[in-house]
């Protein structure tokens, strides 16, 4: 594929170089390289499960220690809220009030989302704000039938004229109706930083956004600043970064030639793994990573909280361990017994694959096996029971080395055609609800730099499309997919309740985004 003289200059324009361009193509053009599942990961092969006493040691170790390290919270914001309100779209477009009624619409349709929307929408946080809206804008409203009422309702919410809620980023919309105010995503993560991540009493956050949406984000903060911290008597640390638009991919047609807007080549956001470059600038000892929309109301917030604590506990514990072991292998004589007490560690606590050949190396050959892997960054993911929810999930990969390693998988990284392969998903056990915390310095206090912990060939070719033409665009290795593969990993199983995502407008109606009556 050759570029033209414009090509090349919109490219070095961007702060791209024409070969890393050219190093996309060559990945878009080639077919999508899949992970070769070993096994799921399960109970006791994989993923831990703690006993009541063992949790809460892990929860005290953290609290008692917490102090001695940097935290900081950060949360992928910069998701729009369109999807969450897909099937209320899709009712604009399609919909005909002179044609027919809504329920025959919802009939004919089968949208059971839209049907919960309409039959609920009564206990949604913003509901008492657009129907104001309404009234104040027509002055007969409360006389129109049920089924222009309801339409107007969507074109209020939706519209870029009036609420436009599905131009918002989550983390801005309101998701849960409190007595005295409604709370955004974005108010409940600080309120729930403040209750494990806080350090003599101020919490670190960092939020990735889009660009467009910071002075939103901006004012949003300024507005509720004083009153969160007055309620949680914590003080914020808040700071945002913009996904690097030099991670932006090119864009090529289905028979891989450039794709063209008005002459100029199309380059779109490269996925959740571009976000690495953000995650690899926070220096601080403890990362805990979670999705903006991912959040309860206050009064459902101490189970959360208490789990945080102990993947927190639990990383920090036997952090400690890989760096008094890390120290021994820097050490100019190590024995025999030290060096297998290692691998065990390695093997047993960290889930590190060692070689059956080890046994044959000689002993500075081992040494330097166990350095290389237990000089990792080191992450705990929580992980919760499958209720059948789609994403990510806990498995074995068998490498081209013929080497094991424990890894986040989506389902875009498994060629679903094998037999083997699906049988292997289809009796997985547990899901990825993004509940991470990280370690990403060494026993030296020197941090890593995480794009050396990349499985590059996770890139995945993605399917779009732009003004109703279907495009190729070349995303990043996850940011806990292929991002982390790398990374030394556990799994701890942590209950279901501990996941609460709004995919949809209509979870804003389970019982942990509503006030207890």
């Not at 609290?63 to 969450?84: L, Q, T």
């Not at 107007?152 to 809620?165: G, P, W």
């Not at 640390?237 to 450039?258: C, E, G, R």
């Not at 208490?306 to 008094?324: C, D, M, P, R, V």
Request: glycine fraction near 4%; charged fraction near 25%.
């Amino acid at each position: 594929m050759k570029f033209i003289k414009e090509d090349i200059k919109q490219i070095e324009d961007k702060g791209l170089d024409l070969k890393s361009v050219e190093n996309q193509l060559s990945h878009l053009t080639r077919s999508n390289s899949n992970v070769n599942l070993y096994a799921p990961a399960t109970l006791g092969d994989g993923i831990i499960k703690f006993s009541e006493e063992e949790s809460q040691y892990f929860a005290t170790f953290f609290d008692a220690h917490k102090k001695e390290k940097s935290i900081i919270k950060f949360v992928p914001a910069s998701g729009a809220a369109s999807r969450m309100f897909k099937s209320l779209y899709t009712f604009l477009d399609n919909y005909d009030i002179n044609k027919e009624t809504i329920n025959s619409y919802v009939n004919r349709t089968k949208s059971v989302d839209l049907f919960l929307f309409f039959v609920t929408v009564e206990k949604l946080p913003f509901h008492d704000d657009v129907y104001e809206a309404l009234k104040k804008h027509f002055s007969e409203f409360n006389l129109l039938p049920l089924d222009k009422k309801r339409l107007l309702f969507v074109e209020f919410l939706l519209s870029k004229k009036y609420f436009d809620f599905g131009g918002y980023p989550k983390g801005l919309l309101p998701y849960h109706n409190y007595k005295t105010h409604i709370s955004t995503a974005f108010e409940e993560h600080l309120v729930e930083a403040s209750q494990y991540a806080a350090i003599n009493g101020n919490a670190t956050l960092h939020f990735t956004i889009s660009n467009q949406h910071q002075k939103q984000f901006l004012e949003h903060y300024k507005s509720i600043k004083e009153i969160v911290e007055s309620k949680t008597n914590s003080t914020f640390d808040v700071s945002y970064s913009f996904q690097d638009s030099k991670t932006d991919t090119i864009a090529i047609t289905l028979d891989n030639k450039p794709f063209k807007i008005d002459g100029k080549l199309l380059f779109r956001p490269s996925g959740h793994g571009a976000l690495l470059h953000n995650l690899n600038a926070i220096d601080a000892d403890l990362i805990f990573i979670k999705n903006i929309d991912n959040v309860v109301m206050q009064h459902c917030m101490d189970e959360m909280v208490y789990y945080k604590t102990i993947l927190g506990g639990y990383l920090l514990k036997i952090q400690s361990k890989a760096f008094e072991y890390a120290h021994q292998l820097d050490q100019s004589e190590i024995s025999e017994e030290e060096i297998y007490e290692i691998a065990n560690f390695l093997s047993k606590q960290m889930n590190v694959y060692i070689s059956p050949e080890f046994e044959k190396y000689a002993d500075h050959y081992k040494v330097d096996y166990l350095k290389s892997r237990i000089h990792r960054p080191i992450r705990v993911c929580g992980m919760v029971k499958n209720e059948g929810e789609p994403g990510g999930g806990p498995f074995w990969i068998k490498h081209e080395n013929g080497e094991l390693s424990l890894q986040i998988v989506e389902m875009n990284q498994i060629n679903t055609k094998s037999k083997s392969q699906n049988k292997i998903v289809k009796s997985a056990t547990h899901f990825n609800p993004v509940d991470i915390v990280c370690g990403v310095k060494n026993c030296k206090g020197e941090k890593y730099d995480l794009k050396q912990f990349v499985d590059a060939k996770t890139h995945f070719v993605a399917i779009k499309n732009k003004y109703g033409k279907k495009l190729k665009t070349l995303e990043q290795p996850g940011l806990w997919n292929g991002g982390m593969a790398l990374w030394n990993t556990v799994f701890v199983e942590v209950p279901l309740s501990t996941f609460n995502p709004v995919k949809k407008v209509h979870d804003l109606l389970k019982a942990s985004h509503q006030l207890e009556v």
